[in-house]
């Protein structure tokens, strides 16, 4: 199974976006499903994540209260729904599955990632 990660683009601040991620080939398989995202000049850091089952759901404190991930109940998708974007949500984001919250070192599976643009 691969993951695919999609929906990203240039957007003004205080826009929304949403960005969605298929397991091509088949359906998640592991028991978190979520969101990474590396801003250019700096390190890869956890956005959001869920159970397998679409909850409990987990937030980094700079997407807590504006983004919100989910998944479709055909189970081989989730998305990441993103508002009052800022500039510096600039990164390329990457749909993981994992075998933890919110280590980096818990994934298993990156998708390809997807390139947001915040423009002030």
């Known amino acids: 199974v691969q993951l695919q990660a999609y929906g990203g683009g240039m957007v003004q601040a205080g826009d929304s976006l949403r960005l969605s991620c298929e397991a091509s080939?088949?359906?998640?398989?592991?028991?978190?499903l979520g969101w990474f995202r590396r801003a250019p000049g700096k390190e890869r850091e956890f956005v959001a994540s869920?159970?397998?089952?679409?909850?409990?759901?987990y937030y980094a404190e700079t997407a807590r209260g504006r983004f919100t991930i989910s998944r479709s109940s055909a189970k081989n998708k989730m998305y990441l729904q993103m508002n009052s974007l800022k500039p510096e949500d600039t990164a390329v984001y990457y749909c993981?599955?994992?075998?933890?919250?919110?280590?980096?070192?818990?994934?298993?599976?990156w998708g390809q990632g997807t390139l947001v643009t915040v423009s002030s």
């Open positions: 993981v599955e994992s075998n933890g919250e919110r280590r980096e070192s818990d994934v298993v599976s």
């Open positions: 080939g088949g359906t998640f398989t592991s028991n978190y």
């Open positions: 869920m159970r397998w089952r679409g909850s409990p759901t």
